[in-house]
């Protein structure tokens, strides 16, 4: 078994970690993976919370650019539509027109990467997988996790690695970005992209959420008259 020994910026690590090729755990497990620390110690590393949030625009917006100049040259998210991400992300049409739409020129196409899935499964083993749930499958601090936890490998294909899913065939596309940016402005950048991910699993989360708690408001204020009409029915019965 190869072992790595790499400086890990990307999660915020400080000291130089011992990497082994261990087996990243599931979505529904916890946590999002082990590695073995320069002592030989093999230690579960947790997932870092997404900044998860559908009322800040500006972070879905930039997400959205990040997505379609990174993403969706491999990656399709057939479930959701241009003009949705107009009128929801609240983007002018115009704009959705000229910047955002790199695989069609209608507003009203879904999202669909162009390369041929027998290409894609030449270059990387397999087709890249539809992104448009891949939040709700693997969970918000998953795939947040994995964006930032890639790191050089030059024994794989594209030179990179990754500390949750190890040996895995997709290239460190954020790279670039990486190394231009500071590493808070780095997780930032992609803590939008996750943001915007995680919208289009489900862009009625945050409607969902407020409406939920109202409901349940209701019916706790509701529990008080059916409790004192119950208690006046049952009075008289010993």
Request: charged letters at 20%; a negative charge; glycine letters at 8%.
């Amino acid at each position: 078994m190869n072992i790595l020994t790499k400086s890990l910026t990307g999660l915020g690590l400080g000291a130089a970690l011992t990497l082994t090729a261990g087996t990243a755990l599931a979505a529904g497990g916890s946590g999002c993976g082990t590695f073995v620390n320069a002592d030989g110690v093999e230690e579960h590393l947790a997932c870092s919370t997404a900044p998860i949030d559908f009322t800040n625009k500006g972070s879905l917006q930039n997400g959205a650019k990040i997505f379609m100049n990174y993403c969706a040259g491999c990656h399709s998210a057939q479930y959701v539509r241009h003009s949705r991400i107009a009128e929801d992300l609240e983007i002018p049409p115009e704009l959705v027109e000229k910047y955002l739409m790199v695989t069609t020129d209608q507003i009203g196409d879904h999202i669909n990467a162009e390369i041929d899935p027998e290409v894609q499964a030449a270059w990387f083993g397999a087709p890249p997988p539809d992104l448009s749930l891949e939040t709700r499958l693997r969970g918000d601090d998953w795939v947040y996790t994995y964006l930032l936890s890639f790191y050089e490998d030059p024994s794989r294909p594209w030179g990179a690695n990754n500390l949750v899913l190890h040996n895995v065939a997709m290239p460190h596309v954020l790279h670039n970005m990486q190394e231009e940016l500071s590493a808070e402005e780095f997780e930032s950048e992609v803590g939008d992209l996750v943001n915007f991910m995680a919208w289009m699993g489900e862009p009625a989360r945050h409607d969902r959420q407020v409406i939920g708690f109202f409901v349940i408001l209701f019916l706790l204020v509701l529990l008080i008259p059916v409790y004192l009409l119950n208690k006046e029915f049952w009075k008289d019965v010993k």
